[in-house]
């Protein structure tokens, strides 16, 4: 399920997924956020203000847009309804990427998240032509812990940027791991076994 960057009918798009579109935000998405970023479990997980305000997504929405570091914000949308679920950002930390991102709870459990990563991945690696992402999840967090591992991200004990917390754990993946399970999988679809 690989990410594509080709154009769509809609403006802004980094890419898509079979599902989602990964774009820009835009000021009607306001309200998506705050209905997304307004829950408890996910606020607390996202590390955001609860509860979630219109001025807090205001503030987020004017970050986005004057951006010079290098860091991408995006919106996750529905394909079919390029509804927002979601968003987060693939931020420049020194020469490296970290990616951090949030699904609105009623739209989780359904493999979005793993769609998403996936998706982040193959940008960073084929668009932003980086060999390795990283990304950060907090102890207490069991879900992004699971969709962190089924994703195939190694923990590392040592990032190449500033630690953000004691309670972080640090994770990494590479073009290079992509790259071969690419492989295997390709291989075991040309050789099925009998």
Not at 87 to 111: A, M, N, P, R, T
Request: net charge positive; glycine share 6%.
């Amino acid at each position: 399920m690989a990410a594509s960057n080709k154009d769509t009918k809609f403006s802004g798009v980094f890419f898509q997924t079979e599902r989602l579109i990964v774009r820009k935000w835009r000021d009607p998405d306001i309200e998506d956020m705050i209905l997304g970023l307004n829950n408890e479990r996910t606020a607390h997980d996202f590390n955001v203000p609860f509860p979630y305000s219109e001025n807090d997504a205001k503030a987020y929405l004017q970050k986005t847009k004057n951006s010079k570091n290098g860091s991408l914000y995006f919106a996750v949308c529905y394909k079919n309804s390029n509804h927002v679920i979601g968003g987060g950002g693939i931020y420049l930390k020194g020469d490296v990427y970290l990616v951090g991102f949030w699904i609105k709870e009623s739209e989780q459990k359904k493999g979005l998240g793993r769609e998403l990563l996936q998706g982040v991945s193959d940008y960073v690696f084929d668009v932003l032509h980086q060999d390795v992402i990283y990304a950060i999840y907090y102890e207490w967090n069991v879900n992004s812990q699971k969709l962190i591992s089924s994703c195939h991200f190694s923990i590392i004990t040592e990032p190449p940027f500033k630690a953000q917390s004691k309670q972080a754990v640090y994770v990494c993946y590479s073009r290079a791991q992509r790259d071969s399970l690419k492989q295997k999988t390709s291989k075991k679809k040309t050789n099925p076994r009998f």
